[in-house]
């Protein structure tokens, strides 16, 4: 049975796993489901066509699938961490999507509609407009804002206080607002089992490409580059994403 | 307590004075300390081994002893650590320390910590400090007394904020930042913050004899007027024999230019800083790696 404290809410129609631990003063409405193995703290509301995975902690003071036009749907996958006063609103069209194994730090924002990918980890205070896609390990530092329907590409830092206003490619290291891109988050490739050969490709197209002051990409070295016979695939995939006007590019 | 039928949530084995006002909707833990005075106003959650002084008042939504957002804490039972006469804002959090930080998150006694603020794991807030909104501090940051944040600033890990201090609003820390300066940046875009100046309100604040005032004054402008050669000014100046708050400004200084990055705290990456032998209570020193 559900360890459920006494003054929770769980309304009729919510399914909880088995395992599950609700804390005081939670209230989880009648469309939620939350699965095996998931610690709901004190003080959250679950609200919503709202759907946890397995093994999800969240921490007190969350909103997860409150909507702010009717109600809404937020799918997240399993071992989040979501802490305290995080909110997660409900996208009342397509669901608001969580991959799996991410960190969400305090106060962030997760808009209606946005999806993000794996093993991402927000840093405090970071707000994902509406819409936006974040892929899979993200990082972003405090006070970041990544705008309504932008795609943030893969293992990509997010400077702290930066505004990412339009498509960010993935690799890099992006800083400021308008945002510009300051270079290749080798740290963090690093860290994800990237070998020095990728790392050193990446450097160079990324060298190539954004001179770290003006807005957009050089299409001139892209060009170049994508003519190049044997190329890496890390940066072809950069290549695709920049021109397929995933990244860079003005909105 | 003339309190009505009021729904709150506390561990039988919470040790709670009996004037201290817990509001409607708190969560209180099974190793929580509250000591006398204090007031928990509606919904604020305290667990973990928080041990609370006396006469703080927490607002609505404060979340306190929480698990640190820390990759390297393994579950350990670690401390938070709150003196007297604190107050607390809306939402505020701090986190409870990590076992290779020194186990102990510490806020000192007068501190004003408006809404929003985020205190983590291993950070040091000493007395009589102004955090503004949603002032942010990453783990490890050391806040000595009598500085100020202005709203929406950030710390980074490791970073210290010197005695009387002040940082301006939004201004990412990155380094330390030296005592009694100013410190914000001209174009929060693209350029890196500075000392900018002398922080006037924390000279006075301070109460410094005016001989001493005048000396700091002039080795504060001798310093950062122009910060290049900031080595080589120190050493003249400590070979020449400095004294009180300049020997202290020139100490800070020394320090952080020997850290990485600017950051003194950094020789601490990894373990147990001094200020956790020094600050955590006696009943929680079983709580300090290696007890």
Known sequence: MADISPHAVVEQGAELADDVRVGAFTYVGPEVRVGGGCVIENNVTLAGRTVLGRNNHVFPMCVIGAADD????????????????VTVCGGPAEPTRIGRDNLIMIDCHV????LVGDHCIFANCTHVGPGAAIEDYIRTSGFTRIEQGVTVGAYTFIAGFAGVDRDAPPYAIVQGFPYR??????????????????????????????????????????????????????????????????????? | MAELTVTREIDPSARIAPDAV???????GPDVIIGPGNVLERRVSVTGHTHIGSANRFEEGC??????QDLKYRGGPTALVVGHRNRFGRKVTAHIGTEVGGALT????????????HIAHDCYVDDHAHLGHKVLLAGHVRVQSGAVIEDLAGCHHFTTVGRYARVGPRTPVRRDVPPYTDFYSRDYNWLPPAVQGVHEAGIRAAGLSQAEERELRRTLRELFDDESALQTKIEQLVNMGVEGEVAALCEFCQRSLKGVFGRHRETFRGRTPPEAGERMPSELRWALPGQ
């Open chain 1, 70 to 85: 009717g109600p809404g749907a937020v799918i997240v996958g399993d071992a989040n961490s979501i802490r305290e006063h």
């Open chain 1, 111 to 114: 808009g209606a509609g946005a």
């Open chain 1, 181 to 251: 891109v300051r270079g290749v988050n080798a740290q963090n490739l690093k860290r994800c089992g990237f070998g020095d050969e990728d790392i050193k490709a990446l450097k160079q197209a990324f060298h190539a490409v954004f001179n770290g002051q003006d807005d957009q990409p050089s299409e001139k070295a892209i060009r170049k580059l994508s003519r190049a016979r044997d190329i890496n695939p890390r940066v072809a995939k950069l290549l695709e994403a920049i021109r397929g006007g995933k990244a860079g590019e003005g909105s």
């Open chain 2, 22 to 28: 817990i509001g409607p909707y708190c969560v209180v």
């Open chain 2, 63 to 68: 979340v306190l002893g929480a698990v640190p």
């Open chain 2, 106 to 117: 510490y806020v000192g006694n007068d501190n004003v910590l408006l809404d929003g603020c």
